[in-house]
């Protein structure tokens, strides 16, 4: 579903990644790894599309995402592409809902439909009840909640996760781990999820190692 070929990434003299082949299936849940420096980041930005890799190709369902051009590139991105933050970068002056709501009218969905997509996400997601409330009345397990939803809306065809659970509490921190598998069980979705939680890593069905911008 996601292919990379000897996708090479520098940033002035410095070569941060050397070369990377990787495949991952659908349905998969995929954890990179690696200490700080390895490129994690940017090579999950490379995949999804935020940043571009200074030589190889990138396949993600069927598409080689190398050769679309910017504005093909960003209606991809739209619709098959969803991203879930350390931090859950949700609007402040809007709802729960409404944050949810966002990708799908970016995407050209109606307001009705858009609406009823996002409540259907927030209710599978045990959050319909918080629904009108602003981010600053949720919980920090709530607000990744909230992101997780608006990732999902536009039913993408993976999910990238860049330390999604790296500032929640244990108890928080559990429950979303908890809540990719059963989305992947209930919508096979696809998450590839750069993070340096152990007990996430050892739960993925896959846990990729990389070191000095390479896969090991």
Do not use: C, Y
């Amino acid at each position: 579903m996601i292919e990379l070929k000897g996708i090479t990434k520098s940033f002035g003299s410095l070569q941060v990644l050397k070369g990377i082949d990787l495949t991952i299936g659908k349905g998969e849940v995929v954890s990179i790894v690696g200490p700080s420096g390895a490129g994690k980041t940017t090579l999950l930005q490379i995949m999804g599309t935020l940043d571009k890799a200074d030589a190889g190709t990138i396949t993600i369902d069927g598409t080689n995402v190398s050769k679309l051009k910017e504005k093909e590139l960003s209606a991809f991105r739209n619709r098959h592409i969803g991203f879930v933050f350390q931090f859950h970068q949700l609007l402040p002056e809007f709802t729960a809902l409404e944050n949810v709501m966002i990708p799908a009218l970016i995407a050209g969905t109606s307001p009705k439909e858009a609406n009823r997509r996002a409540q259907e996400m927030l209710d599978l997601l045990g959050l319909a009840d918080r629904a009108s409330h602003k981010p600053n009345e949720l919980s920090g397990g709530e607000k990744q909640r909230v992101a997780v939803a608006r990732a999902l809306i536009n039913r993408p065809s993976v999910v990238f996760a860049d330390e999604p659970s790296g500032s929640l509490d244990t108890k928080n921190k559990e429950e979303l781990h908890r809540l990719f598998f059963d989305l992947r069980d209930k919508l096979q979705q696809t998450f590839v999820i750069v993070t340096h939680d152990e007990g996430l890593a050892t739960l993925t069905d896959r846990t990729i190692h990389m070191v000095d911008g390479l896969i090991r």
